[in-house]
């Protein structure tokens, strides 16, 4: 059975915000990926660029863990609303 994609055809509904988040705080794929290890997430920049692409599913784990680094609920992320 296929795995469920976006109503668009991506894998993942939070690729959007999290470019804008990123942008946001002035951070490149790497900076972040540096500050999700330093948080204790072994979140490498190529699974970040594979999110953003919308090429890749989000785990619980990395849902919670880009929460907490923008801190923002999961909510935000998935939804848009805080």
């Known amino acids: 059975m296929p795995k469920p994609r ?7 509904l ?13 951070l490149s794929q790497r900076d972040l990926s540096r500050k999700l290890q330093l948080a204790g997430y072994d979140i490498d920049k190529n699974v970040i660029t ?18 907490e680094v923008f801190s923002v609920s999961c909510d935000f992320l998935i939804k848009g609303e805080q």
Do not use: F, H, W
Request: aromatic fraction near 6%; glycine fraction near 6%.
């Open 6 to 12: 976006t109503t668009s055809g991506g894998k993942n």
């Open 14 to 26: 939070i690729s959007e915000r999290l470019v804008e988040l990123r942008k946001q705080y002035n």
């Open 50 to 67: 594979r999110i953003e692409t919308n090429k890749r599913y989000v785990t619980d784990i990395e849902l919670q863990a880009l929460s």
